[in-house]
C-alpha cells in the first residue's frame, strides 16, 4: 500500500479494533452480559471489515492506475476482486 494517508486510515482501524478486542476479551473474563459482549464484538469485526476494505480498495485504485497490470506488489485486479469477495 503505498498511499500514507490510506496506510495509516487502516493502522486507525487496526488499532481501535485491537482495543475493541481487548475490550471483548475483558467483558467474557468477567462475565459480562451476552447483549454487550456481541455487541463490542461486533464493533470489532466492522473495524477489521473496514481495514480490509479499504487495504483492498487502495491496492484496486492502484492497479487500475496502471492499466490492470500486475501493481508494485503482484497483485491483479482479478485477484483483488477474489480478496474484496472473501471480505463479504
Avoid: H, W, Y
Avoid at 468477567?30 to 454487550?36: L, Y
Avoid at 456481541?38 to 476494505?53: N, P, Y
Avoid at 483483488?80 to 471480505?87: A, G, Q, V
Amino acid at each position: 500500500m503505498a498511499d500514507d494517508e490510506a496506510r495509516t486510515q487502516v493502522l486507525n482501524r487496526l488499532r481501535r479494533a485491537r482495543g475493541q478486542l481487548n475490550a471483548v476479551i475483558d467483558m467474557v473474563e468477567q462475565e459480562r452480559p451476552c447483549k454487550e459482549v456481541v455487541t463490542q464484538l461486533a464493533a470489532v469485526s466492522k473495524a477489521l471489515d473496514r481495514a480490509g476494505f479499504k487495504i483492498i480498495s487502495t491496492n484496486i485504485q492502484e492497479c487500475l492506475a496502471s492499466d490492470g497490470e500486475t501493481g508494485e506488489d503482484g497483485i491483479t485486479v482479478a485477484e483483488l476482486e477474489k480478496l474484496f469477495l472473501s471480505l463479504a
